[in-house]
């Protein structure tokens, strides 16, 4: 996909949306450490959009998520209503365009600019912690209570993980993770069997954007949260699936530019600090506290294991899934779910 030309598929996208608005240029803003590409589209008025390509997975997904997130957007209330980006919709749907040619087949999706405001630091104090715990809880109760009105989403962690299952049964698969095929199986089979035993049929299942890096996110100058962008490991799903990432911008080293994920940041006093806060506004239960290093061991599964090549550069992609197998399984037995029920009075 490296020697195709983004913009023209981006201009043939537009062109099936809107003719009559001619696009001036087209600025590539993607983040340099992903292969997910991102453009701003400026038109001859001066006006302009966001556009994003993707090109892996489902087609049927991309168009599914896409419609989730802008019914979310919709349905959202007061003070989350702006939070989220607006897609752009052609005769009450969400638009998207599939450009199939050859070996490519990339997709395309219109947003309107999100607004920013201020960024949390790279390294948080105390009262930043407190402060985006109680937020998180309240984004993520606004989130569960327009779950119900949503269109159905037929992505589940099951699914994913048995995709990642019959992906290893094939000579592709086997050639890529040679030499680990059978632990990956192990992994997973032991993924299914403690989901099934502890979240499948007792906790909800909501809107959740897992990839919470804190470049994703803006705040009001109280700490509110204030925007949220960048979509691509949308799902719906349980609510611990984003606690990883806020134990990553908890953590007491803080944001970095070369990083590795080490459980470790979910063991954090300061994690329990903002878990204290989110449980005051909205309580979390003993099962979901027990999940959480499944919700991790899915994270390094899917993520890294399996869309490691599409969501990182190849040089962070083969960094990561190196320590999968050298640091990131293993540590999960270590997990101690005791000390998280005993901060939060579980």
């Known amino acids: 996909m490296r020697l195709v030309d983004y913009p023209t598929i981006i201009k043939k996208a537009w062109a099936s949306f809107d003719p009559s608005v001619q696009i001036d240029t087209i600025t590539d803003i993607s983040a340099k450490v992903s292969t997910n590409h991102v453009f701003k589209v400026t038109f001859e ?21 896409h419609r989730i997130i802008h019914a979310l957007s919709n349905n959202l209330l007061y003070p989350f ?22 070996f490519v087949d990339a997709w395309v999706v219109f947003y309107n600019p999100i607004r920013s405001q201020y960024k949390l630091p790279r390294r948080l104090e105390e009262h930043h912690i407190r402060k985006l715990g109680n937020q998180i809880a309240k984004f993520h109760k606004a989130c569960s209570r327009v779950s119900t009105v ?20 094939t000579e592709a698969g086997q050639y890529e993770h040679r030499m680990h095929v059978d632990e990956l199986k192990r992994q997973c089979n032991l993924f299914l069997e403690n989901r099934q035993k502890l979240v499948a049929k007792t906790v909800e299942t909501m809107p959740v954007f897992v ?31 984003d606690f990883y990432f806020f134990s990553r911008v908890v953590s007491n080293v803080g944001d970095r530019t070369v990083f590795s994920y080490v459980i470790g940041p979910l063991m954090e006093d300061r994690f329990m600090l903002f878990l204290q806060e989110y449980h005051k506004v909205y309580p979390l239960t003993e099962n979901e506290i027990r999940f959480l ?7 390094i599964l899917n993520y890294v294991i399996k869309y490691g090549r ?13 320590e999968a197998y050298q640091l990131y399984f293993p540590s999960i037995e270590k997990f101690d779910a005791e000390k998280i029920l005993k901060a939060l009075g579980i």
């Open 45 to 65: 008025d001066g006006d302009s959009i966001i556009a994003k390509l993707s090109y892996f997975g489902k087609y049927e997904h991309f168009v599914e998520d």
């Open 293 to 299: 290093p499944e919700a991790y061991r899915f994270f």
């Open 310 to 322: 599409y969501f990182f550069h190849r040089t962070y992609a083969t960094k990561l899934q190196r």
């Open 150 to 169: 949503l269109p159905n989403s037929s992505k589940t962690l099951r699914s994913d993980v048995w995709d990642l299952l019959d992906l290893l049964e």
């Open 211 to 241: 990839d919470w890096n804190i470049g994703n996110f803006s705040v009001t100058d109280n700490l509110e949260l204030y925007s949220r962008w960048d979509y691509d490991w949308f799902r719906i799903s349980y609510r611990v699936m």
């Open 81 to 102: 209503e702006n939070v989220l980006a607006k897609s752009l919709v052609r005769d009450g749907q969400v638009y998207t365009y599939r450009h199939k040619d050859g």
